[in-house]
């Protein structure tokens, strides 16, 4: 559960829940499986691990939380508005794995049965559908959770309004243990990157994000950035003030490159005004489909939840399933 506040802080009685899938869909393709070294496949040989591992961070959060209202916010797959102000926006990531590709339809299969609603909006990313969403939900009286790894989004929080929610695959190896979930309140965010939610986006206009490829002030890293937002409290006085930094370096780029630190700026900040409602009839958390579950989990062959979801299956489903036998040539496939 979120973390507690205290008796003066007013506690949003209703939570909405936006789950940037995309950022899930790619952590759970490349996350290692306990006692795995080849991908998750049926025997088709379609590739089902990462339609596998959202499934069950579904599954957890649904029982784990029991959110009032959720969806499940996609990207819209065409250029974005940060693709026509910077050409090399995300220039440089690789394009999606095949592997992946081909179990995006069966994720969003996953989510229908689980009647979670898709959302998305041509031309701007999920992030900024997110923060729309979580701005509008915080004006409601509603509290709104951000189901996101991803740092970008740190800037929205807003105690106790707005909140991400960090879940963490425990294996993976780290230098530091980190819990299974973190619950990221504007105390987190701070002590994890060493500024408040709102220079979130001052701090990555200065040191860049390699993930996006946006450039930010060169010779800036993280700990420069943290120094100079500290000292001069954002970018554009930063900027205006450059002499005042003692750092050499730091204040001939400040000087130097102030376009550039400005659009890296406009580029790591999400909007909160897209033309998207957050309809929470829509919104409202629904009982699965079981038959439509048994179906799609039979298909993955993900024997346990076929089992789980037998109950809804017809005669003949279950018949077929009974005779839908393999050969077992490895441990592994056990």
Request: aromatic share 8%; hydrophobic share 40%.
């Amino acid at each position: 559960m979120p973390p507690k506040k205290t008796s003066t802080d007013t506690e949003p009685k209703e939570r909405v829940f936006l789950i940037d899938s995309m950022s899930h869909i790619f952590r759970a393709f490349f996350a290692p499986m306990s006692g795995r070294t080849e991908p998750l496949t049926n025997s088709r040989g379609q590739v089902t691990q990462a339609v596998f591992v959202f499934t069950n961070m579904l599954r957890k959060l649904l029982a784990d939380e029991k959110p009032h209202y959720i969806t499940a916010v996609f990207e819209s797959e065409v250029p974005t508005f940060r693709h026509d102000s910077y050409a090399d926006y995300k220039a440089n990531r690789a394009a999606m794995p095949d592997e992946l590709q081909s179990q995006i339809p069966y994720i969003k299969r996953v989510c229908e049965v689980f009647s979670i609603p898709m959302i998305n909006a041509p031309g701007f990313e999920a992030d900024d559908v997110i923060g729309t969403l979580a701005v509008q939900a915080a004006e409601r009286g509603l509290q709104a959770v951000i189901v996101s790894n991803d740092k970008d989004m740190c800037q929205l929080v807003r105690d106790a309004a707005i909140i991400c929610m960090r879940q963490n695959s425990q294996n993976v190896k780290r230098k530091e243990p980190v819990p299974p979930v973190e619950w990221c309140d504007e105390h987190w965010v701070e002590a994890k990157f060493g500024v408040p939610p709102r220079q979130i986006v001052d701090l990555l206009g200065l040191m860049g994000d390699a993930v996006d490829n946006i450039p930010g002030a060169p010779g800036i890293g993280a700990k420069g950035a943290v120094q100079i937002i500290t000292q001069l409290g954002s970018i554009e006085n930063a900027l205006e003030n450059w002499e005042q930094v003692k750092h050499k370096t730091y204040r001939e780029s400040l000087r130097d490159n102030a376009d550039i630190v400005r659009q890296s700026k406009e580029l790591a900040t999400l909007k909160t005004d897209v033309s998207v409602e957050l309809d929470l009839d829509k919104l409202k958390h629904r009982t699965p489909d079981r038959a439509a579950a048994y179906t799609l989990f039979r298909e993955l062959e993900f024997q346990t939840l076929t089992r789980e979801f037998a109950d809804a299956a017809s005669h003949s489903d279950a018949a077929s399933a009974e005779r839908n036998y393999r050969k077992i040539t490895k441990n592994s496939e056990l």
